[in-house]
């Protein structure tokens, strides 16, 4: 049996010991901060006590002339108000006293006849003042700045509610220029207008034309749309105002909106200069999605921002530039004519944009003379300038712990099999059964790529598990960038994602769970042929897909209408079952004819555990050439 039934058990373990861990620090947080005011309160005690210490004995002014006479009393002390000393009575215990004063001409004689020391006292109200209302006030402030900072917020912060949180970049504090930026020539040159309009506006002035207020930088994560925009600035050598959408929104109402009036001030003072708001998204969604407020604090947040993009003069050269992944669920209103008009598309890289990245993510690395960048850059079809910068220090960070003094190939093809794949796990101990189940598997895989027209070629094929759960893979390699697909390769596509599956079942007459994401993907084409493509001969060329789906996000929303009949929905589904059908007897009649090949591929991935694409070609001539000979060798045995 699979031993992932444990799986559960051993995550509510770890649920649970998180949860006590949470409850034991949160009661350390609360003690501690309990224990602050306890402290700060004996202090307080402490301070009193020791400066203004209450007297044992208060005497009337009569009495304490008696005790003159009587030579009971020292070591006296005379203010304005007051006279303090020390009691001496018959036991010897001494105590003080304090006495109101009395205008009395005869008390200095008094004392001097009969021998008593006293002193007079000049008592200054101020500091008495501050002693015993400033500094325990000071105290408690002192605390409260402990306990904000131990909070994780600084006291300033809390009160500039109101106050822009953006980091301002003066003119020649951003160092990157377009030089530092590759793969996204488009949008460079779209750009450049807006930094001639930085360096010399009157040559659009005088001619009568206006900047586009507003340059919203749409893309994919990763692809650089930060980096283009602080280039923007570093190029235009103006000040770069740099603020997170998120930045805006608290929980206090009305701190969003004088957030937004705060920044656009301050940018007004330091024109000419850059607006930069990341992640636009964060605050700019369409108003009236949230059912449970149809006028909650984002939305006042966005109102004021809408209107201070109207207010403004862009005659006084401020440019507005943000960026976002999910320009679909933008408001209408901060996309019209006048706010961000202009939509720069900043896209995954092509093969020679890939080049360009490469080239200079590796300015800075020692790379070895037979790292050749155009099989690096085939090689990593679909990945962004992120992707590729962690690709190349992965790669420095593996040369470095072999201690080598250049990054050479090998690094690098180790390094994409790790992004791409994940860990490789060695020490993974798994039987001989589930090997054999994996070599078979991704052999039907690696075949049915090779066999069919327009799959892409194999460049590997490996049984050593990697990552979270993957036990072997197969690695494509595209010859060339594709922006459409057409229905016979979405088939083929369909063919060799159900070649590990179907070669299971013919050499096994069993199956497993190793192909759980394949027939998932391949569900997901085949909804996509019937829903969005048309490609279904019988529901013919319509679309059924309603749903937004985020346009550079690969993610699948879980809602969605349906605006189509029960009727119509039973029939995709029959569509649906019909291509994947259809793909899998294509698949078994090809694996069936290929079996012996199958099993020779599948045992030398046995033994080697790794296949390079070349050799997984040359087994396939060397079938193909004894298929030819026993061919020749059966016609010439036939009697003629």
């Known amino acids: 049996m699979p031993r992932k039934r444990k799986k559960p058990k051993r995550e509510k373990d770890i649920f649970l010991e998180l949860k006590e861990k949470a409850k034991v620090k949160d009661k350390k947080t609360k003690s501690f901060t309990f224990l602050y005011f306890i402290i700060a309160f004996i202090a307080m005690i402490a301070i009193n006590s020791y400066f203004f210490k209450s007297e044992v004995k208060n005497i009337p002014y009569s009495e304490f002339k008696e005790l003159i006479t009587k030579g009971k009393v020292s070591d006296l002390v005379i203010d304005t108000e007051t006279i303090q000393g020390t009691l001496t009575p018959d036991n010897g215990k001494k105590t003080k006293f304090i006495s109101s004063r009395v205008e009395d001409p005869d008390l200095v004689k008094d004392l001097q006849k009969y021998n008593i020391k006293f002193s007079g006292y000049y008592e200054n109200k101020i500091i008495k003042a501050i002693i015993s209302w400033v500094l325990p006030f000071a105290i408690i402030i002192l605390i409260w700045n402990l306990l904000m900072r131990r909070m994780g917020g600084a006291p300033s912060s809390v009160l500039n509610f109101g106050k822009s949180k953006g980091k301002i970049y003066g003119e020649n504090e951003i160092k990157i220029t377009f030089d530092d930026v590759a793969g996204v020539d488009e949008a460079k040159e779209e750009l450049k207008e807006i930094i001639d309009y930085l360096k010399t506006p009157e040559k659009f002035l005088n001619i009568g034309g206006r900047i586009p207020r507003g340059i919203l930088l749409v893309g994919p994560p990763g692809t650089g749309k930060t980096l283009l925009a602080k280039a923007v600035a570093g190029e235009a050598k103006v000040p770069f105002f740099s603020m997170s959408g998120a930045d805006f929104v608290e929980m206090f109402v009305g701190v969003g909106a004088s957030r937004v009036r705060d920044l656009f001030a301050q940018a007004q003072e330091k024109a000419p200069c850059i607006i930069f708001i990341d992640e636009l998204d964060a605050l700019g969604k369409a108003r009236g999605m949230n059912p449970l407020s149809s006028h909650d604090e984002r939305e006042q947040t966005l109102n004021q921002l809408l209107s201070e993009m109207d207010g403004f003069d862009t005659k006084a050269g401020v440019v507005i530039m943000a960026a976002t992944n999910r320009p679909e669920i933008l408001d209408p209103a901060l996309l019209r004519a006048g706010r961000f008009d202009r939509h720069v598309l900043v896209d995954r890289p092509d093969i020679k944009g890939r080049e360009a990245i490469l080239r200079v993510h ?22 962004v300038g992120a992707d590729l910068a962690n690709l190349i220090n992965e790669a420095a ?78 690695l494509q390699l595209p010859t060339e960038d594709r922006y459409l697909m057409t229905r016979k390769e979405l088939l083929d596509r369909l063919g060799v994602l159900l070649g590990g599956r179907v070669a299971e079942e013919i050499i096994f007459n069993e199956i497993s769970t190793g192909a759980q994401n394949d027939l998932a993907r391949a569900t997901d084409i085949a909804k996509s042929m019937v829903k969005e493509y048309g490609m279904s001969e019988k529901l013919g060329y319509m679309t059924f897909e309603k749903e937004r789906r985020p346009l550079f996000l690969d993610i699948n929303p879980s809602f969605g209408t349906k605006d189509y009949s029960e009727e119509t929905a039973r029939e995709i589904d029959n569509e649906v079952r019909k291509i994947i059908e259809e793909s899998y007897q294509r698949v078994k009649t090809i694996l069936n004819d290929k079996k012996e090949l199958l099993k020779k591929v599948a045992q030398t991935l046995l033994e080697k555990e790794v296949i390079e694409g070349e050799e997984l070609r040359l087994l396939i001539k060397e079938e193909r050439g004894e298929f030819e000979e026993d061919k020749h060798r059966k016609e010439a045995d036939r009697p003629h």
């Open 397 to 474: 960070l593996l040369a470095a712990r072999k201690g080598k003094t250049s990054v050479t190939m090998e690094e690098f093809e180790e390094a994409i099999d790790r992004v791409v794949a994940g860990l490789e796990k060695k020490q993974r101990v798994m039987s001989k059964k589930e090997k054999e189940i994996v070599a078979y598997h991704e052999t039907g895989h690696a075949l049915m790529a090779e066999f069919l027209e327009t799959a892409d070629q194999v460049h590997k094929i490996s049984i050593i598990p990697r990552g979270i759960s993957a036990l072997g893979y197969t």
């Open 362 to 383: 590796m300015k800075n690395v020692k790379v070895a003379k037979n790292v050749d960048i155009k099989v690096i850059a085939a090689r990593t079809p679909g990945f």
